[in-house]
């Protein structure tokens, strides 16, 4: 693999950027350029689903408010050997196993033993009308071996989550799925932006879902990231919250962090430390580093819309493993990479894949 290392990293993991055209050939793929698309690891690969693509200016479905269109495909990315980063090895999957809606900015997790992808939330839109909400079900099921799309179907009870999108979303190792906030808009049927505060679970095993009320919760946020740690804590970064209901979105700052754990069923809140100004962001990404220890933060966006604003530094570091948390900003070697927002970063045994240039 042809990799971009970062100082004072290295021990850590290298940093591979994936960024495509659309070319397709055989059946492979180079996926179009795409942001808010979800990214699922399973065993070597790495599937891609939906995401929003901007729709070229020449094209007359292309005005100011009308620039970009959602994607209801599925491929995946080979890593079981080594590719050059300017070809890689992507195979389409959409013939058989095409998305029931354009989506983006849904959550999917990696569940069953790895049998299942959990498609949670997300615009959902009609690729024929271009119509929002074009499904009943908040969850959505991808089943890895038949390459088919379902709905969790007869046996589901609990409080089922409400419709939403941009949520923070894991699944720990006993098939329970963990969503937290997220936000209404247009897309998914508000006429007003509201940004959500609850807590849902989803338990695969016995497709439950409960609503968590607990004490000391955080604000409302959406876009803010969700990184599991070994002992079962949830460390939430990041995003935007909201005073009321059709109110703007207000940045969250980078220090005030919260952490729920799972085993335990409690919130606290956590301040870091930081050497210098973090801005705040939304689109980003975090991703626990092989140490166990560091949150690996990159990229993502102060604004929304067209003309976003990069946030500074864009790689950022957090130490974990004591109280209070600490950042740091290393200054990276090689290439820098363009303006990311709503891209995808998986790890892979010491690598991080970052996907696509994202937007809003």
Request: proline content about 7%; overall charge negative; glycine content about 8%.
């Amino acid at each position: 693999m042809s990799t971009m290392n970062f100082k004072d990293v290295l021990s850590l993991l290298s940093i591979i950027f994936i960024l495509s055209r659309n070319v397709l050939y055989g059946h492979s793929l180079k996926p179009e350029p795409r942001g808010g698309h979800m990214a699922t690891l399973v065993n070597n690969k790495i599937y891609f689903m939906g995401g929003s693509r901007p729709i070229p200016k020449n094209s007359p479905e292309w005005n100011q408010t009308h620039q970009y269109i959602l994607s209801d495909e599925v491929f995946y990315l080979d890593l079981s050997s080594q590719f050059n980063i300017d070809s890689p090895p992507f195979t389409n999957l959409s013939d058989i196993s095409r998305m029931p809606f354009g989506s983006e900015k849904g959550s999917t997790v990696l569940g069953d033993s790895g049998q299942r992808i959990y498609l949670n939330g997300g615009v959902q839109q009609n690729m024929a009308t271009l119509n929002y909400n074009a499904s009943d079900s908040i969850l959505w099921i991808y089943t890895i071996k038949s390459r088919q799309w379902s709905t969790t179907g007869p046996g589901t009870h609990g409080t089922l989550l409400p419709r939403r999108r941009s949520t923070a979303t894991i699944i720990n190792s006993k098939n329970v799925i963990y969503i937290f906030g997220g936000r209404v808009d247009l897309d998914t049927g508000s006429s007003v932006l509201i940004i959500y505060d609850d807590f849902f679970t989803f338990d695969t095993n016995s497709l439950e879902w409960k609503n968590l009320s607990l004490p000391n919760h955080p604000s409302k946020r959406s876009h803010c990231t969700a990184t599991l740690m070994p002992d079962g804590r949830i460390i939430y970064i990041g995003g935007v919250t909201q005073n009321n209901p059709g109110e703007d979105a207000i940045r969250i700052h980078m220090t005030e962090i919260y952490i729920f754990d799972t085993v335990q069923s409690t919130w606290l809140l956590q301040t870091a430390n930081s050497p210098e100004n973090i801005d705040p962001r939304v689109g980003h990404t975090a991703v626990l580093a092989p140490d166990n220890n560091t949150i690996v933060i990159l990229g993502g966006t102060q604004s929304y819309g067209v003309n976003q604003t990069t946030p500074y530094p864009v790689f950022v570091l957090l130490d974990v493993k004591s109280e209070p948390f600490q950042y740091s900003a290393p200054t990276p070697s090689g290439s820098i990479p363009p303006p990311l927002a709503f891209h995808t970063a998986t790890l892979y045994q010491d690598y991080m894949i970052v996907a696509f240039v994202g937007n809003e």
